[in-house]
């Protein structure tokens, strides 16, 4: 606390680095659902202080030895909190911004020094607070006025108006409730019969201050994101049994960790991240699909690809950084098995999309390839990255500027995921109970045999007879191969489901979600241990717990060997 002139000064001092002349060069306004960002562009790092006023309810900022060449009158503002913003000169050096409140607020500011191509920035984030939770302040005087106006004003006679306050900055800012998309369109209207959808999180990359990359004739990837997630939305909710939901509806900022949270607080099933990246190389071009590695990029693409898209935090802006959570989310060895299902999973839905993308687009690469995409981290939500071409490329570039082609190129990404959640219908949806009846009739189930696989278990696991099995496949024998396909018969009763082996990319055996298991006497349920197999994972794919098939199995432990048999007990 400071007292001139007989006047308290309280607020919060930010330093970037030793004070030094600073201009504003530019000053701009993002709106999201929760919060309003305003960026102050500069041309070098300055120091600032944030100080929360009321009286009216205003915030002012101070920011010594700068001066501002930038227009405010033309800033959008009409749905923010903000309603007009104010400049002053201090001492003939400093800089004042005023800016009148309309809405209350809990602000947090923070300096971004230079990187990746942009200048050092000021941001100022103004997070929306419910009218019922403002809080008191203290009433103690600041100056908004040049010295030789405030002496003017303290020579006047006094008046029975009551004196603004002012209240110091939190030093952190209140956990914005997630993003909810209210503008996406509704899903289909069907009868589901009680069975809930399937939620399908969409992730447009960049936003706001964020642009992404930059292609010819200044096409950002923020933009072509939105569009094609917007498009992917539209054709997810015209399935009947999906839900699709953005994390951002709009051009502005999310921290990439938040994004992860938007998803698991719509309890979403699949985590989709749309980009449309570049490269140092023109000629680089094709769609790819990006699972999370855990061991190293799969290639040098991927690696630079993921090293440019995990700079977005640095880029778009994120205060208070905390690594505190860091133990919480990833310790313990439920938690690491939850991220190989999960990541497992992953690679397995990015093998259909993939698939679905080689009908429209040339592919960057044949295969799900993996880097250590900070978005994709997620321990229980299956996440891929899809890489719609590269925006760097003349003739990609092209493409992604067009409506009919961002549609096509959404069109395809939910072909593959409708795909796969057909072949892996989470428990009690409205998609599993339709494969049950019979209710789909443009799609057949169809099972990849991988080590370990024999006839009679997969018969089984699709509550099917072995007989069947053979009629359907114009079998001779019961004899199957390493990766032979085998359509699988409607059963009215069961709809079990089988993992699809994910070649070349490995492992590939986990599911999604828990599949729905016969509950049938005469077939007792079994699993032999291949390659890549966890106790966790067989026991998510037939809907029982380890605990289950510890006693169920007479284990003392966890550990599975390669042709181990594991009894199933009934769910």
């Known amino acids: 606390m400071r007292r001139a002139g007989g006047v308290i000064f309280l607020g919060l001092l930010f330093i970037a680095q030793a004070a030094q002349s600073a201009t504003v060069n530019g000053v701009r306004v993002w709106r999201a659902p929760d919060h309003t960002r305003i960026v102050l562009d500069l041309d070098a790092p300055a120091q600032h202080s944030l100080t929360l006023a009321n009286n009216p309810d205003r915030i002012i900022l101070d920011v010594p030895a700068s001066q501002l060449n930038a227009g405010l009158t033309k800033l959008p503002l009409a749905d923010t909190p903000v309603l007009a913003i104010r400049s002053y000169v201090q001492n003939k050096t400093d800089l004042r911004l005023v800016l009148d409140l309309k809405a209350k607020i809990a602000p947090n500011s923070f300096l971004l020094k230079a990187h990746g191509g942009m200048h050092d920035r000021l941001v100022i984030d103004l997070y929306d607070e419910p009218a019922a939770t403002s809080t008191a302040v203290s009433t103690t005087a600041v100056s908004e006025k040049p010295a030789a106006v405030n002496e003017k004003l303290a020579a006047s006679p006094a008046v029975n108006n009551p004196p603004p306050s002012t209240a110091p900055v939190a030093a952190t800012k209140p956990a914005p409730a997630p993003t909810v998309n209210d503008k996406t369109p509704a899903p289909a209207n069907v009868d589901l019969q009680g069975k809930r959808t399937i939620i399908i999180a969409v992730d447009a990359g960049h936003g706001g201050e964020d642009p992404g990359a930059m292609g010819p004739n200044r096409i950002r990837e923020k933009e072509?994101?939105?569009?094609?997630?917007?498009?992917?939305?539209?054709?997810?909710?015209?399935?009947?049994?999906?839900?699709?939901?953005?994390?951002?509806?709009?051009?502005?900022?999310?921290?990439?960790?938040?994004?992860?949270?938007?998803?698991?607080?719509?309890?979403?099933?699949?985590f989709v991240s749309i980009h449309a990246d570049a490269f140092h190389k023109a000629s680089a071009r094709g769609a790819s699909v990006f699972a999370l590695s855990r061991n190293g990029a799969t290639s040098e693409t991927a690696r630079f690809l993921a090293e440019r898209e995990n700079e977005s935090d640095l880029i778009g802006g994120v205060g208070n950084i905390s690594l505190d959570d860091k133990d919480q989310v990833l310790a313990g060895v439920l938690v690491d098995l939850s991220m190989t299902a999960t990541l497992n999973s992953s690679l397995q839905v990015g093998h259909h999309v993939l698939s679905s993308l080689g009908g429209i687009a040339h592919l960057h690469k044949r295969h799900v390839e993996q880097a250590g995409f900070m978005v994709l981290k997620s321990p229980d939500v299956p996440s891929i990255l899809v890489e719609t071409g590269f925006i760097s490329n003349p003739d990609e570039s092209r493409k992604l500027a067009t409506q009919a082609y961002r549609k096509q190129m959404a069109s395809s990404v939910f072909k593959g995921i409708r795909q796969y959640f057909y072949q892996h219908p989470p428990a009690g949806t409205y998609v599993a109970a339709q494969l049950q009846s019979g209710g789909i009739k443009d799609f057949e189930r169809q099972h990849t045999v991988v080590a370990g696989d024999s006839l009679s278990a997969i018969a089984a696991r699709y509550g099917v007879s072995s007989q069947q099995l053979m009629r359907h496949n114009n079998m001779k024998d019961s004899v199957v191969k390493l990766g032979q396909v085998l359509r699988i018969p409607v059963n009215g009763t069961s709809a079990a489901v089988a993992p699809i082996a994910v070649a070349p990319v490995a492992p590939t055996t986990l599911p999604v979600s828990r599949p729905i298991i016969p509950q049938t006497a005469a077939l007792p349920r079994q699993h032999k241990v291949i390659a890549g197999d966890t106790l966790s994972g067989i026991a998510t794919r037939y809907g029982v717990s380890v605990t289950q098939l510890l006693r169920h199995n007479n284990m003392k432990n966890p550990t599975v060997k390669i042709g181990q048999t594991i009894k199933i007990p009934a769910s």
């Open 224 to 270: 072509v994101t939105l569009a094609i997630a917007k498009e992917l939305i539209a054709a997810i909710n015209a399935q009947p049994g999906f839900s699709g939901k953005l994390t951002r509806t709009g051009d502005y900022f999310i921290p990439l960790k938040k994004r992860r949270d938007i998803a698991r607080t719509m309890k979403a099933d699949l």
